[in-house]
């Protein structure tokens, strides 16, 4: 079976799901949304940065695409500084009777328990309105702590306490506006970015925790957050920046679970911008990973190290759009509504061995 697919931005991930979608036999390009004039009418294969064209052409007409109807849209558009947007834009696609598979908002990959209930009926709603399935998913929040813990759970005889953690130098990450806007590099120590005003790391990694803890059956008495963050000892260049001495350069932050005053479940991320920083905080394998650690009998740990051209940063840009565009069959089968990782069969890299 052939799935028509439309993708939805062509920022870092959303080139790369292009590519993915182009390269897939069981999926045809339809459509291609962009957000700038610049890159309207231009080849979808030149956007994916492919060197062959395929005879979609780019366009900023939402209602045209709409129109299409697809069966599912890959949305990779930048969600972080524009929340409710994003959600409404999700909202419409459901009820237009499309399927979706989004990069954003993060705290859609399991809402449950992190949102009230009143915001996340009328997402329930428009998908059933519209018969379709909306899964929101990537790397992080995304497979490296979800299935990737609960693979590894299966084989325990006891669980004392799990721990996901990303440990990554973001000195190579291309995103200004999320390395520097969202969480505040180069900034004061005391002036605190989005990603650290209150309540916002619960909301969007608070997700993890309560996946996590649906899955292995756990109730939790409450989900906490605490951050560090540690000055640059030095002008650091990144790309047309220059972080200086003084500023914000390495942030370790965590969400955990907590149970009868035990830290049971750990969400964690370290972030430098270079490796010498912060030296006594969790180091990577490798110059960036993903790690799995499982407290209990037997103990667990587990280094994912990933790289795209020798770069850990573009390969878990790479591993987000692979993510989502390998969902779409099953995304596409399952019932109608707001989908998470537990809803979902095993997904393969089925017919990408060349």
């Known amino acids: 079976m052939t799935y028509r697919v439309v993708q939805w931005s062509t920022g870092n991930v959303g080139r790369r799901a292009l590519r993915s979608i182009i390269n897939r036999p069981e999926l045809e390009l339809v459509g291609v949304w962009v957000s700038s004039a610049e890159k309207a009418g231009k080849d979808a294969g030149e956007l994916a940065g492919l060197d062959r064209e395929t005879g979609v052409l780019a366009t900023r007409d939402a209602e045209a695409l709409l129109a299409l109807k697809p069966d599912c849209i890959v949305h990779t558009a930048m969600a972080d500084d524009r929340l409710m947007e994003a959600v409404e834009d999700l909202k419409t696609f459901l009820r237009a009777g499309i399927n979706v598979v989004s990069s954003s908002p993060v705290f859609l ?15 329930v709603e428009a998908a059933e309105a519209g018969g379709a399935s909306l899964w929101v998913n990537g790397i992080d929040p995304g497979w490296a702590n979800d299935w990737l813990p ?30 520097f806007d969202i969480m505040g590099f180069g900034s004061k120590l005391d002036d605190l970015p989005l990603l650290l005003q209150p309540g916002i790391l619960t909301l969007a990694w608070g997700s993890v925790i309560r996946q996590l803890a649906a899955a292995l059956d756990i109730e939790l008495d409450s989900v906490t957050q605490h951050f ?12 047309a920046h220059t972080v200086e001495e003084g500023t914000a350069a390495a942030l370790r932050f965590q969400i955990h679970g907590i149970r009868d005053g035990r830290e049971i479940l750990t969400l964690e991320h370290v972030t430098r911008l270079h ?17 799995v650690e499982i407290k209990g ?26 993510r989502l565009v390998s969902t779409i069959p099953a995304v596409v089968q399952a019932r109608p509504g707001l989908l998470t990782a537990m809803d979902l069969p095993l997904t393969t890299g089925r017919g990408l061995v060349s």
């Open 297 to 322: 009998e037997p103990d667990y740990l587990l280094d994912l190290q990933l790289y795209s051209n020798g770069d850990h940063a573009e390969a878990g840009v790479v591993g987000t759009a692979a």
């Open 275 to 291: 490796p010498e920083l912060a030296p006594d905080w969790p180091q990577p394998a490798g110059s960036g990973c993903y790690r």
């Open 150 to 179: 609960l693979l590894l759970s299966s084989g325990s005889e006891r669980i004392d306490r799990v721990i996901c953690s990303e440990i990554m130098d973001y000195s190579t990450y291309d995103n200004p506006k999320v390395v």
């Open 109 to 123: 990959q399991f809402p449950y328990g992190t949102l009230p209930d009143e915001a996340i009926a009328p997402i």
């Open 228 to 239: 560090e963050r540690l000055p640059a000892t030095e002008p650091i260049r990144i790309g």
